[in-house]
């Protein structure tokens, strides 16, 4: 260790006001430095290994502010936990209060316009930070209870589905009938491989399901396809989009972070609607069923995991490709061992193991397995009419209560945050997200 740095260590474990002011100068040297070489991708060797050093100098000194100051810091974010922030919205409030610990919009925006490969890495400082405030007890507990809350594009959205029980969000369209909201999953020309802007709108039908007293139960189901491969066919999830992450459109916060702590998190926990400390049950909880048609392939996999009752056509398959495409499979190294056990749940995310749905196995991920067809929508239709049962919700409370802990929980995501994002930016990932691309939104 230099001097330098041992005195800057110093400097970022001080009282915060202090700290704040070394560690805003450590990374402003750092930007200077960064900015006078040429972009990442056309830098030398001996660039290369100036911009990783002062980079990871820097990032060290970050980890050691936090290390001291992440509950004050949080404190002062949300003004002593009076406010919900997102993820999203916690980090750009970081950004503006706590020069150098995260990166600024105007660094995302122009990082934004970038392939992947071209991209300095900036998230990774997001993951740093953010696993830091998960990995509290007190703050990340608040964090996940912002993260329960339903999205203002909800709230605004809600008084014309409650009045026409119709909406088409852009890629999920949202239809209540006979006391079932239908969420139909519908990026017909890429397999519904999941982007920012399905995250957005799944979020938003999820939220809007909870939030609807005239929805029961609901389904999640694939559209119809207009993929030549798979032209009229139903799809349920091609998983993550290769090509938007290839193109540099996945992100960290409201992508990978806000689909963990988002949507799939409601689903299986339920929306918080209020404030107050109240005696009764802190969220609204409603059952859910999923219906795989074709296949359910890394991100749809994972879906599968927060559902109370699966069912699948005969001829699907499921999937987590996390070696394939080197990243990690959401909350499923969380969640598939307790649910499929520890060998089938190394298989298929360490050596990407395909289960078809008529295999034995499939047996521990998917309840039922019909033709496709009418077979299948009259299966779906009875299983809905199942979990209308009044103590239904109660149970699944006590169910997912006993299955998987909210602490457990937010420690995982808490390495999550900081593991998912340095996947992103690992050369092994950017090698193959580029291989993978081509010309369809989705490989597979």
């Not at 750092?30 to 070489?37: H, Q, S």
Request: glycine content about 8%; aromatic content about 4%.
């Amino acid at each position: 260790m230099t001097a330098g740095l041992a005195a800057d260590l110093l400097a970022v474990r001080a009282e915060l006001p202090g700290a704040r002011q070394a560690l805003a100068a450590a990374a402003a040297y750092t930007e200077d430095l960064l900015a006078v070489l040429p972009a990442p991708q056309q830098r030398s060797v001996q660039q290369r290994a100036a911009a990783a050093a002062a980079i990871d100098e820097t990032r060290t000194l970050r980890a050691a502010f936090l290390d001291v100051h992440t509950e004050e810091v949080y404190q002062e974010l949300t003004a002593d936990r009076s406010r919900h922030l997102r993820v999203a919205e916690l980090a750009r409030a970081a950004a503006e209060a706590f020069p150098g610990l995260v990166p600024t919009e105007a660094q995302l925006a122009a990082e934004r316009r970038l392939p992947q490969a071209g991209k300095e890495g900036h998230e990774i400082d997001q993951g740093l930070f953010l696993g830091r405030v998960l990995a509290s007890p007190t703050a990340g507990g608040h964090l996940l209870d912002a993260m329960l809350r339903p999205t203002e594009r909800a709230l605004e959205l809600l008084p014309e589905f409650t009045r026409t029980g119709r909406l088409d969000l852009g890629s999920v369209r949202l239809e209540r009938s006979a006391g079932a909201a239908r969420l139909t999953m519908c990026r017909t020309d890429s397999l519904n491989a999941e982007d920012n802007r399905q995250i957005e709108d799944i979020e938003t039908a999820v939220d809007l399901a909870l939030l609807d007293p005239a929805v029961e139960v609901a389904l999640l189901r694939g559209g119809e396809m207009t993929h030549p491969r798979y032209r009229g066919r139903r799809v349920f999830s091609a998983g993550i989009n290769l090509k938007a992450l290839h193109g540099g459109g996945i992100s960290l916060t409201d992508f990978l972070l806000r689909r963990e702590l988002g949507y799939l998190h409601k689903i299986q926990r339920g929306l918080l609607t209020g404030d107050g400390p109240g005696w009764g049950p802190r969220t609204v909880q409603k059952p859910w069923v999923a219906a795989v048609d074709g296949f359910a392939i890394g991100g749809g996999c994972q879906l599968l995991l927060v559902f109370d009752h699966v069912l699948a056509a005969d001829d699907a398959f499921l999937s987590l490709p996390a070696a394939k495409e080197g990243i990690i499979p959401g909350a499923s190294n969380f969640r598939l061992g307790r649910a499929a056990g520890h060998r089938l749940a190394r298989q298929v995310i360490l050596e990407g193991r395909e289960i078809r749905a008529t295999e034995p196995d499939a047996r521990l991920l998917v309840d039922e397995v019909h033709p496709s067809g009418p077979e299948l929508d009259l299966a779906i239709e009875r299983s809905l009419e199942r979990l209308r049962g009044p103590a239904v919700v109660a149970n699944r409370r006590m169910l997912n209560l006993a299955d998987e802990s909210l602490d457990g929980f937010r420690r995982y995501m808490a390495e999550f945050a900081l593991q998912q994002a340095l996947r992103l930016y690992s050369s092994d990932v950017i090698e193959k997200v580029g291989r993978f691309s081509g010309a369809a939104a989705n490989p597979r």
